[in-house]
């Protein structure tokens, strides 16, 4: 007999609402749920293959631990001993920095994800944190934090209602959009284009995306930051700037006008590959059209100058007048924010408050850059002792950070290591103890992170589809009993992780005047929790004391998670609104157009228009039916045009004597590799393509189908010490690469 369940999908930040068929414990078939208040029925062919993600035979059942050098299974008990016996002593014996911590993407996909690594990292007191955030979206965290004061304050394009779209190193034909969360984002791309809307591409390869543009600029890679510069300088030197709406919250403007002054679009055309005339017309469309929104991800991000073109985004869209604006970009209010503090000053955002051991690298968010794990390890120094034990939560960094055959020796030699993964692969095979969460339909969802970066105020959330298999343990249960196990805690009752988060953030709210339980009594609040279980109650507190809350009986019609299980498909909380002064957490209480950090670093992108490396640069792109580099076990998401080959311009396999399909040899600062061409004039002359996350050759991994196709990892190109060094994320674009036929096929 089978039955259908709602379930968000959690394989991309688009967060559709999907309509899963079940029989027992399996799902058998992935539809869009058309009632969903926000995704209304789209889906893509990941979401479709829902069932197969899920009930991948490889996928761990239950704990593995290392017992004499091999991966064996083992009760969770076992596991969890074995997680206390290898933390503890590291931890007492050399400091809490020795045991770092690395979180991955499927983090912010996941209900546990969100609610239990800030608890483990408060308890364990640890520096040494490293993210996926530096592999991507760290200098825009960075440049909000510097100019709003807040590194969670991302603006997000207001998607349906803009007049004029410059989106700058996204893909979202391929990728689904990201932050910007928007379901059906080619769809809303179309409507823009019907309402008589335009929409501009940046970007070195003729994606999909920019195929459906009025304009696409195949700009030089790594060179964003210049070509937005020279577009605010024309705003200035044309007096385009109208900060309407804005002006009495923006400080600096004048000083921003005389630090870019020798950006102009003449200045910049040699750097970028772009005309100066058609910057010129890039900002004055801009200025001239009634809405317009500046995006920019990826490929803005993971460059040298990663900061500056995402505080340049901002910096336009402020310039215009766009920003807090209807059809411009608008900060996201989702339903678990904490209740707004009215406005005024704040404590502003504070960078490089400590540094990596290694290289000096300063702090972002609390971070250092993932980039810097290996040395870390492996590298020991007079200023405090290096990593020895290791917890990682879905990351795959072997695959997805720079120099992967550096850092997978230095996993190799730790004295302790635990994954909470749901595969044995190139990261999780060098664990000491697996803890493998439930498939996603056997897990809730809700989305805590992409719900603040959403295109329409929206919340949902779904109930496990499918019941705990026997013998499984839900994500929740076992970071919260990992966290016991690493603070000296190993046996406690875990529900106590979630009472104490509760008492301690009732007991902060009672006391802060804005809340909606200002003066209450903490644990009366607690004691009208409702839910099953810990996350479900501290989901409850979360939405009852949240912006749109029940303030717990102080507005009766307000959210609750009561309210939110009476509507599955969701509950609509409409557009995006103007905020602005409230979200400002900045020293002044204002815009600080021009941050000391930021001016500091012009100088650098001053010399960028000078340097153009002669050669090949690298560059990479993502495929509609691909996840970083987890989804390529699935028969279903692989094959196709879904490969790992070089895309390479016509002219430079000319060039450099390479035919379709050869063999091509790729040297890059971190290392070699060989990959099949694919000729292409997709991509630019000049530019070399290759996905990431493949590489699935290593042994000890249980990968049955991603091994039968495993590609290459592009990442063994990068040795590590390219980054931006405001945000400390990793350069993946723009990467210098020198191309040879191979002798043999690859
Ligand atoms: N060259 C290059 N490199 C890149 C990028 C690029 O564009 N170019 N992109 C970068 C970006 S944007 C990102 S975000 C990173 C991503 O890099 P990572 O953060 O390493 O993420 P994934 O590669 O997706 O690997 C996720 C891991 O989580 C596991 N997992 C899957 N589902 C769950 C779950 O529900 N719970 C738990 N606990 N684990 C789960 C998977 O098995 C896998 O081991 O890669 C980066 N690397
Ligand atoms: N199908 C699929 N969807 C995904 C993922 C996936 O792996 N597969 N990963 C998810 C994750 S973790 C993320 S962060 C998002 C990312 O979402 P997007 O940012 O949309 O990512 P990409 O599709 O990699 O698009 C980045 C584009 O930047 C271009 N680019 C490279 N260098 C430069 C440059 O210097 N300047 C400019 N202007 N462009 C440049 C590349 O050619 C590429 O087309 O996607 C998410 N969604
Ligand atoms: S677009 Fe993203 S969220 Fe929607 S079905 Fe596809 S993978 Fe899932
Ligand atoms: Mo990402």
Not at 230 to 237: G, I, K
Not at 477 to 494: F, K, Q, V
Request: glycine residues 10%; aromatic residues 4%; proline residues 9%.
């Amino acid at each position: 007999m089978s039955r259908t369940a709602l379930r968000i999908c959690p394989l991309c930040e688009a967060t559709c609402g999907l309509t899963l068929t079940v029989d027992g414990s399996r799902v058998t078939g992935a539809r869009g749920d058309r009632e969903d208040v926000f995704s209304k029925g789209f889906i893509c062919p990941k979401g479709a293959s829902f069932g197969a993600v899920d009930g991948d035979p490889d996928r761990l059942r239950g704990p593995l631990v290392r017992r004499e050098g091999v991966l064996r299974e083992a009760t969770w008990e076992e596991a969890f001993d074995a997680v206390a016996a290898g933390i503890r002593p590291v931890v007492e014996r050399y400091g809490p920095h020795a045991a770092g911590v690395v979180l991955g993407n499927p983090n912010v996909h996941t209900v546990a994800g969100a609610l239990y690594p800030p608890v483990l990292l408060a308890a364990l007191g640890t520096r040494s944190l490293f993210t996926a955030s530096t592999l991507d979206q760290m200098p825009k965290h960075v440049s909000s934090g510097l100019l709003f004061g807040d590194a969670g304050a991302i603006p997000v394009p207001d998607l349906d209602r803009t007049g004029h779209l410059l989106l700058i190193g996204a893909n979202p034909l391929e990728s689904n959009g990201s932050l910007c969360t928007a379901p059906d984002f080619p769809g809303r791309l179309k409507a823009l284009k019907a309402r008589g809307g335009t929409l501009t591409v940046v970007d070195p390869r003729r994606t999909r995306t920019a195929a459906l543009a009025d304009r696409h600029l195949a700009i030089r890679p790594g060179t964003d930051a210049l070509l937005l510069a020279a577009m605010a300088h024309v705003l200035f030197e044309e007096g385009l700037t109208d900060l309407a709406h804005l002006a009495p919250h923006v400080q600096d403007v004048e000083e921003l006008r005389s630090a870019i002054r020798d950006f102009t679009p003449e200045a910049v055309s040699g750097a970028c590959d772009v005309d100066a005339d058609v910057i010129r017309a890039l900002a004055r469309d801009l200025a001239a059209a009634p809405t317009a929104a500046v995006y920019g991800r990826i490929g803005s991000c993971t460059v040298p100058h990663g900061t500056l073109a995402s505080w340049l985004v901002d910096v336009l869209n402020i310039l215009t007048g766009n920003l807090d604006r209807p059809g411009g970009a608008l900060f996201p209010q989702a339903a678990t924010d904490r209740p707004p503090r009215p406005a005024g000053p704040g404590r502003g955002f504070a960078l490089g408050r400590w540094h990596s051991r290694v290289s000096g690298h300063p702090e972002a968010k609390g971070e250092l850059p993932i980039s810097a794990l290996a040395e870390e390890i492996d590298t020991a120094t007079r200023e405090g002792e290096p990593i020895r034990a290791l917890v990682a939560v879905a990351a795959n960094p072997v695959l997805s950070a720079p120099d992967g055959d550096r850092l997978d020796k230095a996993l190799a030699s730790l004295d302790f290591m635990v994954s909470v993964d749901p595969y044995l692969n190139e990261t999780s095979r060098h664990a000491h103890v697996v803890l493998p969460p439930p498939p996603p339909a056997q897990s809730p969802h809700h989305d805590f992170a992409f719900n603040t970066l959403a295109v329409r105020n929206q919340v949902r959330y779904t109930r496990p589809a499918v019941p705990l298999e026997p013998g499984r343990m839900a994500e929740s249960e076992i970071l919260a009993r990992l966290i016991l196990a690493a603070t000296g805690m190993h046996g406690a009752d875990p529900a106590a992780v979630d009472e104490t988060v509760i008492g301690q953030t009732l007991g902060k709210a009672v006391k802060e005047p804005h809340s909606p339980v200002h003066g209450r009594d903490p644990r009366e609040l607690a004691a009208r929790l409702t839910g099953d279980g810990g996350p479900e109650r501290r989901l409850d507190m979360m939405l009852r004391l949240g912006p749109y809350g029940d303030g717990f009986g102080a507005r009766p019609d307000g959210l609750s998670l009561e309210k939110l299980l009476a509507h599955p498909h969701g509950v609509d909380l409409g557009p995006l609104r103007p905020r602005l002064p409230q979200p400002l957490k900045t020293v002044s209480g204002r815009i600080e157009l021009l941050p000391r950090p930021i001016a500091d670093d012009l100088p650098r992108l001053r010399a960028a228009l000078r340097e153009r490396p002669a050669g090949l640069v690298l560059v990479g792109r993502r495929h509609l039916r691909s996840n970083n580099s987890w989804m390529h076990n699935v028969p279903a998401l692989t094959g196709g045009s879904n490969r790992c080959t070089l895309h390479i311009h016509p002219e430079d396999a000319a060039r450099l004597g390479i035919r379709d399909g050869a063999a091509v040899h790729v040297k890059g600062a971190g290392g070699a590799l060989t990959a099949p061409a694919e000729i292409t004039d997709g991509v630019r002359p000049g530019v070399v393509s290759l996905p990431h996350g493949w590489g699935h050759d290593r042994p000890g991994t249980r990968l049955a189908h991603a091994a039968t196709d495993p590609g290459v990892n592009v990442n063994q190109l990068l040795d590590g010490s390219l980054l931006d060094p405001l945000s400390g994320n990793a350069v993946l674009n723009g990467v210098p690469v020198r191309l040879s036929p191979a002798a043999a096929p690859a």
